[in-house]
């Protein structure tokens, strides 16, 4: 079945440091691809998404590039900010309205 | 933009005892509610589907009657751990459809829940 892989955190990072948060995913056909932010007491929020092979999502310095050869969607920002501290979900949909998530990973930076 | 506002965010129950989570959309209008779960270390796991005026839709290995969802308005969908143990302590997080196209979709802040 459908499923999203990422990396476990935490992760801690220095202000300005370059992030890289991996998501690999498994799914038939050809998903749509998200990455989804919450920041302490909010709700999820949509931060990016693709919806086919190559495109590229990007949103605030985040981004992240639809591989269908490597079946990834990594999160990357070249300069983090403490402000970014939060916790940032991979997931998929295919049709309908079911999200496949990942486990999601917490962001820590630090000034 | 389209807020939904879920409450309690945090929680902790005796085991036996009923919880009930609500989840309200605050400037628009919820026909469908998605209600999730993630125990530690899992991932964001669909529980199941309320659509307004008529009966969830639960998906596999979810006791429909362990986990009541009412859906009663369109502002309005609630949750209830009925006899809640310590295994049912997870992160419950509801979403609901609120813009347009495929990817307007909002979710509420979570409620964690503790059985113990």
């Known amino acids: 079945g459908d499923s999203v892989t990422q990396m476990e955190g935490p992760v801690t990072l220095s202000e300005e440091a370059f992030l890289t948060i991996n998501c690999t995913y498994t799914?038939?056909?050809?998903?749509?691809l998200f990455w989804y932010v919450q920041y302490p007491g909010e709700g999820l929020q949509l931060l990016l998404k693709a919806t086919k092979a190559d495109d590229k999502g990007s949103n605030k310095g985040f981004e992240a590039t639809y591989r269908k050869e490597t079946t990834s969607f990594h999160l990357e920002k070249g300069s983090v900010q403490v402000s970014d501290s939060a916790v940032y979900f991979c997931a998929l949909r295919r049709t309908g309205n079911q999200f496949y998530f990942g486990t999601g990973t917490s962001l820590t930076v630090i000034p | 933009g389209a807020v939904v506002s879920q409450h309690p965010s945090r929680v902790i129950c005796k085991s036996g005892t009923s919880v009930k989570i609500e989840c309200r959309s605050l400037d628009f209008q919820a026909t469908t509610m998605f209600w999730y779960r993630q125990f530690p270390k899992q991932s964001l796991m669909l529980m199941a589907t309320?659509?307004?005026?008529?009966?969830?839709?639960?998906e596999q290995g979810v006791e429909k009657d362990k986990f009541l969802i009412n859906h009663a308005s369109l502002t309005l969908s609630t949750l209830t751990v009925t006899s809640a143990h310590p295994e049912d302590s997870s992160f419950y997080i509801c979403?609901?459809?609120?813009?347009?196209?495929?990817?307007?979709?909002?979710f509420g802040s979570g409620t964690r829940l503790t059985v113990v």
């Open positions: 309320s659509n307004e005026g008529s009966k969830a839709t639960y």
């Open positions: 979403s609901a459809p609120s813009g347009t196209g495929n990817y307007g979709y909002t």
């Open positions: 799914a038939t056909g050809y998903p749509s």
